[in-house]
């Protein structure tokens, strides 16, 4: 097998954070989007055929735009 011809699809989510006063960014990729989602980027891609990267997978938007309590 040739090394070169693996694809590794990974999570990659860029988050605009707000709590109505600030605003804040920050990035989330591999197993904590995966964990968040409850699925690998790998099912979306292989199994759901999501191949392109514009189109959001359904069962992602349910998780967005909602209101959330994030801790340390």
């Known amino acids: 097998m040739n090394m070169s011809s693996i694809l590794y699809h990974r999570f990659r ?10 605003v804040t960014n920050f990035l ?3 197993k904590t989007v995966e964990n968040f989602f409850g699925s690998s980027a790998h099912h979306y891609v292989y ?10 997978p359904p069962a992602m938007p349910t ?9 340390l």
């Open 13 to 22: 989510l860029e988050c605009i954070v707000t709590d109505g006063e600030d």
């Open 28 to 30: 989330l990729f591999g």
């Open 47 to 56: 199994d759901k055929k999501f191949m392109d990267p514009s189109v959001i």
């Open 63 to 71: 998780k967005l735009n909602k209101s959330m309590i994030f801790q």
